[in-house]
């Protein structure tokens, strides 16, 4: 892994910060925020170190909601998350960069308008188990893996979505890093590149928790698919020409 400067770190920690914002206030989005930008401040940035600042952000929102937490309700997403989680790994091993960029735009989309459609799938167990599979892809491979289990779970109140994502995402993670690392794509660089944005995400995460009320949920919610359209975008023009 090649030496990140402080501007890029700078900058990657607002990201991170952002995304943490927006992942406390709606139940999930931090990747969807952050990934484009890192990638576009430096792809080495993605997947590992922010896959590490994701950790942190969904063990503290794990805990936050873990008494609405439904094991029974997640058991066939996490289970379907294993494989797809080495799929995950597959992919990184054998896309070229181009195509990775690609690939986290088309995910970044897909997000987008799951939460601009108010799309919505029944929570049958298995519509979980694909939701948890692709999700095993998506995130393993972008670290964005909200979106299928959005898309199941997007009918549920919102208290539900939250609680239940936490704890997905908690496990899911943690699947996650132990591919990426027995894949040789998370390594003790790439721990110490996250170390300076953990904080930051911290930092978004308590924002969030004292300031929603202040904040109007359209702004909110269209800010932020604004912000990760227009980062999609640039992402792309720094990657592709």
Not at 128 to 136: R, V, W, Y
Not at 145 to 153: A, R, S
Not at 162 to 187: C, D, E, K, P, W
Request: net charge positive; proline share 5%; charged share 5%.
């Amino acid at each position: 892994m090649t030496h990140v400067d402080t501007l890029t770190l700078v900058l990657a920690a607002l990201a991170c910060f952002t995304g943490a914002y927006v992942q406390t206030a709606i139940g999930f989005g931090m990747a969807v925020v952050a990934a484009p930008i890192l990638f576009y401040l430096d792809p080495a940035l993605v997947p590992g170190p922010l896959m590490v600042v994701l950790l942190v952000m969904c063990l503290v929102n794990g805990w936050r909601f873990r008494k609405g937490l439904e094991l029974n309700l997640l058991a066939p997403a996490l289970l379907a998350r294993i494989p797809g989680s080495a799929v995950g790994v597959w992919l990184l091993a054998v896309l070229p960069l181009q195509w990775l960029a690609v690939l986290i735009a088309i995910t970044i989309m897909l997000g987008v308008l799951v939460r601009l459609k108010d799309i919505a799938l029944p929570m049958t167990r298995t519509n979980m188990a694909l939701g948890g599979f692709l999700s095993g892809v998506m995130g393993t491979s972008t670290t964005i893996g909200g979106p299928p289990m959005v898309l199941v779970m997007h009918g549920a109140d919102m208290h539900r979505i939250r609680a239940n994502l936490a704890g997905f995402f908690v496990v899911s993670t943690l699947m996650s890093v132990g591919a990426l690392a027995s894949g040789g794509f998370l390594t003790q660089a790439h721990l110490m590149t996250a170390l300076p944005l953990a904080p930051a995400a911290l930092l978004g995460n308590w924002l969030a928790v004292h300031t929603l009320h202040l904040v109007s949920r359209p702004i909110m919610h269209y800010g932020s698919l604004g912000l990760c359209t227009f980062a999609v975008i640039g992402m792309l023009i720094n990657t592709l020409t």
